[in-house]
């Protein structure tokens, strides 16, 4: 399976096993693992601008697996490293999934002065 593929089917795997990408419980669930694993792979091949490509998905919160996985896990440059946030700021504000954008509100407040949170 190629790894975009992959990449889409554990986010949407996660999302029903309510793995969350702010959530500190998830990062030690195989599907979190499963993902940096993946983003990983394309950040030592250096293929930022393709992995943002996943910014244009906006089911089974898609967009915002690949914005953590930018900040958290890669090197992005300046204009990926301020849509990540966007993201995550879009997240944080929710009215969909209040348990996220609490998680997502908790996020920026500890990484504020690691990306400049505003």
Not at 12 to 36: H, M, T
Not at 103 to 115: F, G, H, I, P, R
């Amino acid at each position: 399976m190629q790894k975009a593929d992959s990449f889409l089917i554990t986010c949407k795997q996660n999302y029903f096993e309510k793995v969350r990408p702010a959530d500190i419980q998830s990062k030690a669930r195989p599907g979190y693992i499963k993902l940096v694993e993946i983003a990983k792979e394309y950040f030592s091949n250096n293929e930022y601008e393709y992995f943002a490509g996943f910014f244009q998905e906006g089911q089974y919160f898609i967009e915002l697996w690949a914005a953590h996985m930018l900040l958290e896990y890669g090197r992005p440059n300046q204009k990926l490293a301020s849509f990540s946030l966007a993201i995550i700021k879009k997240y944080s504000h929710s009215q969909i999934s209040p348990d996220v954008a609490e998680q997502e509100t908790s996020w920026l407040q500890e990484n504020n002065a690691k990306y400049n949170v505003e």
